[in-house]
C-alpha cells in the first residue's frame, strides 16, 4: 500500500498556526483511514487554544481525542472531522463518517472512532456533530420542563443549539438574548424568539449561558426567576471572572450549575455512553434548518490565517466555520 502524506494544522506557538506534513501509516487490523471532506472550527474553545490561554491545570482534561503535542504549543488540535472511509472493515469502505479528529487531511483512527453519518444527513452539515453533542448534554443538565420560559443568553453557534432543541419542547416560550441584533434572524429560523438585553423577558424559568463572557453572565442572573437555574456553559480558559452574587441572588434562591460535554450529564450517565450521545447527536442534525448556522467556509490551506482571523476578531457575528479540503 502507497504511503499516505497527510497534511495537518499545528499551533506552533500560542498566535501561530501552520500546516504541517506527515506520513501516515497503513492501517491495522480493526483501524479505517479517513480522507477528510470537511472540518469544523469550535470557536470558543479553539480560539482559546490558538491564544494560549489554556490553564496549566487543564492541560490534561482539555485533550482532545487524537490530540498530538501538547498545551500550550506546539499542540494538534481540533474534534469536528468529517470524511469518507479509504480503507479498512468492509462495512466501512466509501463510508461518510464523523470524528472526533484535529484538522488534517488524511488519518488513521480504530474503526471505532469513526460514527457513520445517518441517511438525509449532508457532510457539511454535520461539522456541528461536536457542538450539538455539547448541546444535548447541556439541555440534559439542565432539565427543563414542559411549557418553561427559557432564556439562551449568547447567540453564537452552542447557544443557538441549545435554543433549536428547548424550542422544541412543548408550550416553551424560548428567547435567545444577544448583544448582535443580527441573529435575531438566525435564532427565529430556529423556532426562538430573540432579544437585545436590555428587552430581554424576565422572570425565566431556566437561563443557559453561552456568551463567553461575563457581562453575559451578569444578564443570565438578571433574567432568571425565584428559585430558577442558571446553566453556565461558557469555559473562560485563563481569564478572571467577576460574578455578581449580591443584590437578590440569595433572596432569589438561584441555583448556578456548570455543564460540560467530558462527561455525560449526570441523570443519563448510566444510560448513555459517549457514543450513543453522539450518535443521537448525528441523528438530529437531520433538519435542514441548522444550516442556517454554518456562516463561512474556507479552504483547508486557509486554515492557519482562518484561526487567527478568528481569534481576533472577538464578536463579528461568525457562527460555525466549516474548513473544506480537497
Not at 7 to 18: S, T, V
Not at 263 to 273: L, P
Not at 319 to 326: A, E, F, N, Q, T
Request: include cysteine; aromatic fraction near 6%; charged fraction near 20%.
Amino acid at each position: 500500500m502507497p504511503v499516505i502524506q497527510a497534511r495537518a494544522c499545528w499551533l506552533a506557538e500560542p498566535g501561530r498556526a501552520e500546516l504541517r506534513t506527515e506520513a501516515l501509516p497503513a492501517p491495522g487490523p480493526g483501524e479505517v483511514r479517513v480522507r477528510a471532506l470537511h472540518s469544523g472550527i469550535s470557536r470558543g474553545t479553539e480560539t482559546l487554544v490558538f491564544r494560549g490561554e489554556v490553564p496549566e491545570s487543564e492541560f490534561e482534561r482539555m485533550r482532545a481525542p487524537f490530540q498530538q503535542g501538547a498545551f500550550p504549543a506546539p499542540v494538534k488540535y481540533g474534534y469536528s472531522s468529517v470524511g469518507v472511509v479509504e480503507a479498512g472493515p468492509p462495512e466501512l469502505l466509501g463510508r461518510p463518517v464523523f470524528c472526533l479528529h484535529p484538522h488534517q487531511s488524511h488519518y488513521v483512527v480504530p474503526a471505532e472512532a469513526v460514527h457513520p453519518l445517518p441517511d438525509g444527513v449532508p457532510p457539511a452539515r454535520a461539522v456541528l456533530a461536536a457542538n450539538l453533542e455539547t448541546a444535548v448534554n447541556a439541555l440534559w443538565d439542565a432539565a427543563p420542563r414542559v411549557g418553561d420560559r427559557i432564556a439562551v443568553v449568547g447567540g453564537g453557534t452552542l447557544g443557538l443549539l441549545v435554543a433549536w432543541l428547548a424550542a422544541r419542547l412543548p408550550g416553551s416560550q424560548v428567547q435567545v438574548v444577544d448583544t448582535q441584533a443580527g441573529k435575531a434572524a438566525v435564532a427565529g429560523r430556529l423556532g426562538a424568539d430573540f432579544a437585545l438585553p436590555g428587552a430581554a423577558r424576565r422572570e425565566a424559568d431556566l437561563v443557559i449561558h453561552a456568551s463567553g463572557h461575563a457581562e453575559g453572565l451578569a444578564t443570565a442572573l438578571d433574567l432568571a426567576a425565584f428559585e430558577a437555574t442558571v446553566l453556565e456553559l461558557s469555559w473562560y480558559g485563563t481569564r478572571p471572572v467577576s460574578v455578581p452574587l449580591g443584590a437578590a441572588f440569595h433572596a432569589r434562591r438561584l441555583v448556578l450549575k456548570s455543564s460540560q460535554v467530558g462527561h455525560v450529564a449526570a441523570a443519563q450517565r448510566a444510560r448513555w455512553s459517549h457514543r450513543r450521545r453522539l450518535q443521537l447527536a448525528l441523528s438530529l442534525l437531520a433538519d435542514p434548518a441548522l444550516d442556517t448556522l454554518v456562516t463561512g467556509a474556507s479552504p483547508f490551506d486557509e486554515l492557519p490565517s482562518v484561526l487567527a482571523r478568528l481569534a481576533a476578531s472577538g464578536a463579528d457575528g461568525t457562527l460555525c466555520h466549516r474548513i473544506d479540503y480537497p
